[in-house]
């Protein structure tokens, strides 16, 4: 967190605390004056001098009142910068070279050949077409053809139904454009406009993850206790300007302008939120599970954690072809950070007042991402691709993905 900004914070809100002292003063003295005008004038004394005094008063409260509405909108407009407060659990640093393993999961492949990088592997296939996504779009775009599809397609399903039947969630089908109300609630905006792509007419954008829509089902309501927690899952597409990413990932679909991910989102009492933060990182990791795909958790440190969020889990799933980790899911306890934003609140069963709950989400996966970690992790020597026995099923039974023409 930027210390100038506290500083500024510290500074704005002690003058806007002293005007509306200084502006209370005034309105108690006028409203004195105000009574002693009204008993003179029942007496049938003269009040002239005191109809003077008030007059001058009411000039300065309308000139102090324009200075506290101004230095309250700062205070406002600085606030809506100020990054969400880490727990005491997060480890404290300044990137992510500070972030700390949590656990691992899985054996990494070990291949007789050299592995080859998901953009080979699905080039070669004929199922991954970067070239005619330039063309009809431009850069950081990708078109999936036959099996490459069906298994874009198969993943999302194999993902909805593991989250849904499995792990509790409802599914949730909500618009892929949104208001600025919504991103305003959960942290995008102001701070982060730029990473976000506006429709030119009317006040729409369009989402750069399903967390907005989902989230934003409940702004402006009052939950009873009862109904807590509420887990949803959602399948959209996403898209992001990729605002200051120039040169990065510029090499197959790891960094797109769109893509598809399902999402997770839960609604909880602020006293369970910890507990079912590890439970929607499980609920996310099962998928990896399920798939073979060797993986570890990364609990990000204070300098990489995002806008938002109070802690953070990452999901890096290992990519043979590239030799490296590569985030496929971020799971985010965001306490009442978004829900005093999108004004989302739950009532306790007994007579409490009506308080701010807490709002989780996390990728359940990252479609794509996931997509090119079956193609690392499952190739073989001869250039095809084994199907993992968990999408056999949704794959119509096919079990190897084989070169096929353009």
Not at 41 to 61: C, N
Not at 148 to 154: F, K, M, N, S, V
Not at 155 to 166: I, P, V, Y
């Amino acid at each position: 967190m930027d210390a100038g900004l506290l500083d500024s914070f510290a500074a704005l809100d002690e003058r806007r605390r002293g005007l509306i002292t200084e502006l209370e003063t005034l309105q108690g003295q006028r409203n004195k004056l105000s009574e002693e005008i009204g008993k003179r004038k029942s007496r049938g004394e003269d009040a002239a001098d005191f109809s003077e005094q008030t007059k001058a008063l009411k000039a300065q409260i309308e000139l102090l009142e324009g200075d506290a509405t101004g230095a309250d909108e700062q205070v406002r407009a600085l606030l809506e910068r100020l990054p969400n407060l880490p727990q005491e659990s997060v480890p404290v640093g300044n990137s992510e070279r500070d972030n700390l393993e949590v656990r691992s999961w899985g054996e990494k492949p070990k291949f007789d050949f050299v592995a080859k990088p998901h953009w080979e592997i699905g080039e070669q296939l004929g199922i991954l077409d970067m070239e005619r996504a330039a063309k009809v779009a431009g850069a950081r775009f990708a078109v999936y053809w036959a099996e490459g599809a069906r298994l874009e397609r198969a993943l999302a399903s194999f993902m909805l139904d593991t989250h849904t039947r499995e792990h509790g969630y409802t599914e949730v089908l909500p618009p892929y454009m949104v208001n600025s109300a919504s991103l305003y609630g959960t942290g995008q905006l102001p701070k982060f406009a730029e990473d976000l792509f506006k429709c030119e007419q009317g006040d729409h954008w369009l989402i750069p993850t399903a967390e907005v829509p989902v989230t934003n089902l409940f702004r402006d309501e009052t939950l009873d206790e009862s109904r807590l927690p509420v887990s949803l899952t959602a399948y959209t597409p996403c898209f992001r300007s990729e605002a200051g990413s120039y040169g990065k990932d510029v090499r197959g679909i790891i960094r797109q302008h769109q893509f598809q991910k399902v999402e997770l989102v839960k609604f909880v009492h602020p006293d369970h939120s910890n507990d079912e933060h590890e439970n929607l990182t499980r609920d996310a990791e099962a998928i990896l599970q399920k798939l073979g795909l060797p993986y570890r958790v990364m609990c990000l440190s204070t300098g990489d954690m995002g806008f938002s969020a109070a802690k953070t889990y990452d999901l890096e799933v290992w990519l043979p072809g590239q030799q490296l980790y590569r985030e496929i899911s971020s799971c985010s306890n965001f306490e009442a950070f978004q829900a005093r934003r999108a004004n989302i609140k739950f009532k306790p069963a007994g007579k409490g007042k009506a308080a701010f709950l807490h709002t989780l989400n996390g990728s359940g996966l990252a479609v794509g991402r996931t997509w090119l970690a079956i193609l690392e992790n499952y190739q073989q020597a001869d250039g095809s691709v084994r199907v993992p026995d968990a999408l056999v099923p949704y794959m119509g039974g096919e079990t190897v993905l084989r070169a096929r023409k353009m």
